[in-house]
């Protein structure tokens, strides 16, 4: 169960309303009062919990939960054990992450300007804000409402923040207007120099980055993650991207709407992202390129050319994944056979 020490606990809730908050279906009406405690795994919830169902790997965990209460998608609500509510939903992920957000929202820092922060001459902060110790706020910067920025944090000269966002210790923004409701975790770093110079064996030359980032509204972006200014041009991040931890994005580098990028992925400069694609942790993308809406590329596929939209790459170099199996089953089996005849 959620440490206390850590994790801030509301309820209980009735189970109708757990139903209409996650736009479920009770399986049976007649338990619309029954008071949940708590969200809890399969195998550890007991009879005042609620937990969920959602992969046919864990089905033997499900038929044997002791849980209070299940969400379910409606195929499976015969595998459920007797005396379980059933919370039913087509989307029984999505439902309980809605329901545990009941449970468990956003902590919510106390409103005020520590006095071990440092605030800037000019610095623009609207009501509700929560500015933690050692934070750092240079002059003229814009901070809206509601927005907590975490220990140790340095929001940098001019740089624009949106309202209801939520800064991790020690991030560091400079060049950069971010939109509302943007949480950025520890350790991140937004707008420095993109990696850019002229070679020379006598010493290479900086080429100035004089872009910004701009970050849409709703982003998450993950632990020690950096995203570069851009050079001539901005590097965009647009509404609701998922961003992972551990990721680079280089210079100019264009990502639209809803993308999700795993840990540890590396693109490139100006490399363009279509709205809604996702790359697996490790992907590395190439730099001037473009990635269609919705293309999806697997863990550690290496992308050195462009992607059509909608398609599913991976290997290295990217290739589509169906033609990447074919060819290591093909592998497989002449190495099989050459083993066999020097036997």
Avoid at 175 to 183: E, M
Avoid at 206 to 217: C, D, E, S, T
Wanted: hydrophobic fraction near 40%; include cysteine.
């Amino acid at each position: 169960m959620p440490d206390p020490r850590f994790f801030e606990k509301r309820g209980p809730f009735r189970l109708q309303e757990l139903a209409t908050r996650s736009n479920g279906t009770l399986a049976d009406s007649s338990q619309s009062d029954l008071s949940v405690e708590d969200v809890a795994p399969l195998e550890q919830a007991g009879p005042q919990d609620i937990s969920f169902f959602d992969n046919k790997k864990y089905l033997g965990a499900f038929e044997a939960t002791r849980a209070g209460a299940c969400v379910v998608h409606p195929d499976f609500a015969d595998r459920a054990p007797a005396g379980v509510a059933l919370l039913l939903s087509h989307e029984p992920y999505k439902a309980y992450a809605r329901i545990a957000q009941m449970y468990y929202p956003p902590s919510e820092a106390a409103a005020g300007v520590s006095p071990a922060a440092h605030i800037g001459d000019g610095v623009q902060l609207g009501g509700g804000c929560a500015i933690a110790p050692g934070a750092v706020v240079l002059d003229n910067a814009v901070v809206g409402r509601n927005t907590q920025i975490g220990p140790n944090a340095v929001v940098g000269e001019n740089v624009e923040l949106g309202a209801d966002c939520r800064i991790g210790a020690n991030v560091s923004l400079s060049h950069c207007l971010i939109g509302d409701r943007v949480t950025v975790h520890q350790g991140a770093s937004i707008g420095q120099d993109g990696f850019g110079f002229a070679p020379d064996p006598a010493g290479h030359v900086k080429i100035p980055q004089l872009g910004r980032v701009l970050i849409g509204n709703d982003c998450e972006i993950g632990a020690n993650t950096t995203i570069d200014r851009g050079s001539s041009q901005d590097t965009v991040i647009g509404d609701d991207c998922w961003i992972d931890n551990l990721i680079q994005i280089g210079h100019n580098v264009r990502l639209g709407r809803g993308c999700i990028l795993a840990a540890q992925v590396g693109i490139s400069g100006s490399t363009k992202i279509g709205d809604y694609a996702v790359m697996g942790g490790q992907a590395g993308i190439s730099g001037h390129l473009t990635i269609g809406t919705g293309a999806q590329i697997g863990a550690q596929g290496g992308v050195l050319a462009d992607i059509p939209a909608g398609a599913k790459v991976t290997g290295t170099p990217a290739r589509p994944i169906q033609v990447h199996y074919r060819q290591l089953a093909t592998l497989a089996r002449m190495t099989k056979r050459k083993g066999e005849r020097n036997e």
